[in-house]
């Protein structure tokens, strides 16, 4: 079986990547890893998760993919509140995933490792949960689930739900359910969703994960 390993922004990603991906890449002959980015390390603690500079995701990338020459490495980071010093990060173009396009085709050039594909979570992991609203009955109520349907029928598809500070995807979810936990509630949401569905209502997760399965 051939191994992707995914650099991933923290222990959501993580979660996510061994609940969900898991379990579909295995049938597929696949097996996906895991590896979330590491803010710094001191003698005695490392310290997980958070994108400080593209620099650094820059140098972990390509270590990853010379110390693992013979397997393929790709990313999970959410393109909100990407480091200003990301390649192409300033790009304006109109079109959401032709401008994701360009830009994870530059840092890729940037990168230059044939066994490196960078990925962008639309506009932060979170959007992929508004993928079917119903599911949210699982740790809310009705008035909740009508409130993420709401949101979701604005939108185009869940990747266009928008990225300024105010009104990107966790931000949402953090006003309308207090006490609302990243990791426990992204992932038991995000698998009762199923992957089949995420894939349907967010085109530019469903390439990543196409891409992956032919790479």
């Known amino acids: 079986m051939k191994t992707i390993y995914i650099y991933c922004e923290g222990p959501t990603e993580e979660s996510f990547i061994n ?3 898991y379990p579909y890449f295995f049938d597929l002959g696949i097996y996906v890893r895991p590896i979330v980015c590491e803010t710094r390390r001191d003698a005695n603690r490392k310290y997980r998760g958070g994108v400080s500079r593209y ?3 820059k140098n972990e990338l390509m270590i990853l993919c010379k110390s693992h020459p013979h397997e393929y490495i790709t990313t999970m980071f959410d393109y909100y509140a990407m ?3 990301t390649p192409g990060i300033t790009d304006a173009t109109t079109d ?7 830009i ?3 840092i890729n050039e940037d990168i230059g490792e044939r066994n ?4 962008f979570m639309l506009h932060e992991f979170e959007g992929i949960l508004f993928s079917k609203a119903e599911t949210f009955s699982l740790i809310a109520g009705d008035e909740i689930v009508t409130a993420v349907q709401r949101i979701r029928e604005e939108f185009e598809t869940p990747e266009h739900i928008n990225n300024s500070p105010e009104t990107a995807p966790s931000k949402r979810l953090e006003s309308l359910i207090p006490g ?3 990791i426990k509630n992204g992932t038991q949401l995000s698998e009762a969703i199923g992957i089949y569905t995420i894939m349907e209502q967010c085109p ?3 390439n990543w994960i196409q891409d992956l399965a032919a790479w």
């Open 19 to 21: 609940t969900v991906l």
């Open 55 to 57: 620099a650094k995701i």
């Open 83 to 85: 480091p200003s010093d």
């Open 96 to 102: 959401i995933f032709e401008r994701i396009g360009k």
């Open 104 to 106: 994870e085709s530059i």
């Open 116 to 119: 490196c594909k960078f990925h």
């Open 180 to 182: 609302y936990a990243k």
């Open 204 to 206: 530019h997760f469903k």
